[in-house]
């Protein structure tokens, strides 16, 4: 997956470079910084004390030494001084400088911390969204996974009125689903095309099951009946990639999957997906829930109301929010899998 948050310790991560939280001097802190010294020996001091310090807003790389990575690429960041001057400019600044270093070095994959989230100051869920726009940005136009590494939960925070609403949002719907009643409704409405009627809210999310379930053509053995199989997901993916007339980079970049596992869908008319790349398609190709629900079928899975993954899925579609990192962000506040590959 292109870009993915991780909860870990950034000096365990093996990938082609790390970046470290530096300070002006690059000759070790506090912080992150003192981790990645501590862990790469006095090799990496040595080295850091050669390259005459770095501005803020940039980045200078250095080799690993007992890290179990190859590069350490050692960006400064911005103290938070209110937010008014130039703060986020020298963030974006960092990120970008960070990312052109790991390109230039051929690395395929980078792990970042949340750069100034800690001893700088930067709040939190802002470092964040910064860093998610910067790196999705540079995704757009060059292959590489880049991982976002949150050392511990409280260092991590989504807005705090998002988090409520996500939060409600999946308390009512697990009460609903939760009260046998709304069961029982279900259950007889996938038996009785008539029930539509009586609780109209359950029309969307469960047509394309009940409309698929009513025109199952009869065959007379079990050959015809496999010759008359449905349009693969496969197929309905590319499908409705040209309906939309977007291209397929656009649609897998959108989608936070990468070009290879996006090559195997599309040569494999038959591939079984994972749900959480079902759910990435369906959010890079902005389908409605009860499209969503569909593509989901053709995969063999359907978006429930008895998981928070599922929920807060459909908490975004319903509200018409295809941003595939912001949901990422909310599933990974959650304890949830991200989607993508
Ligand atoms: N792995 C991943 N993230 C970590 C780790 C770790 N091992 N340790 C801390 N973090 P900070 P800054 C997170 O303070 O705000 C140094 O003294 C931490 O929770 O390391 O850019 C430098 O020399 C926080 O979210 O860096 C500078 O003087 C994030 O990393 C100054 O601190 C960044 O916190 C730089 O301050």
Excluded at 276 to 296: D, K, R
Excluded at 307 to 317: A, Q, S
Aim: hydrophobic share 40%; with cysteine.
């Amino acid at each position: 997956m292109p870009l993915e948050i991780v909860r870990n310790d950034i000096t365990k991560m093996k990938v082609d470079a790390i970046v470290n939280a530096a300070n002006q001097t690059l000759l070790g802190g506090g912080g992150v910084d003192g981790a990645i010294h501590h862990a790469a020996g006095p090799g990496l001091l040595a080295e850091c004390r050669t390259l005459g310090g770095c501005e803020t807003g940039s980045a200078k790389i250095t080799g690993a030494y007992r890290l179990p990575c190859k590069y350490v690429i050692h960006a400064v960041g911005p103290r938070w001084h209110g937010g008014k001057h130039g703060e986020r400019e020298k963030l974006i600044s960092c990120y970008r400088t960070s990312l052109e270093l790991a390109k230039e070095n051929k690395c395929d994959t980078v792990a970042f911390p949340l750069i100034s989230s800690g001893i700088y100051g930067y709040p939190k869920d802002k470092a964040l969204k910064v860093a998610i726009d910067t790196i999705s940005d540079f995704l757009f136009s060059n292959e590489m996974t880049v991982y976002i590494v949150i050392f511990d939960k409280a260092a991590y925070q989504i807005s705090e009125k998002l988090f409520k609403d996500i939060a409600e949002y999946i308390d009512d719907n697990y009460v609903e689903e939760h009260t046998d009643r709304r069961r029982e409704q279900m259950r007889s409405l996938l038996l009785d095309e008539e029930m539509f009627e009586v609780i109209p809210e359950n029309a969307e999310r469960l047509a394309p099951i009940a409309k698929a379930s009513m025109e199952a053509p009869t065959a007379s053995s079990l050959d015809e009946a496999i010759s008359m199989i449905d349009e693969s997901f496969s197929e309905m993916l590319l499908r409705k990639i040209d309906e939309r007339g977007i291209t397929d980079a656009q649609c897998y970049k959108k989608a936070n999957i990468d070009r290879k596992l996006f090559s195997k869908i599309r040569s494999d008319r038959l591939y079984k997906p994972s749900k959480p790349t079902v759910l990435a398609f369906a959010i890079a190709l902005e389908l409605p829930l009860s499209e969503t629900q569909e593509m989901l079928m053709k995969a063999g899975f359907a978006l429930s109301h008895s998981n928070k993954f599922d929920i807060i899925v459909e908490f975004f579609i319903s509200r018409g929010n295809y941003n595939i990192f912001e949901i990422n962000e909310a599933l990974f506040a959650f304890d949830q899998s991200l989607l993508g590959a």
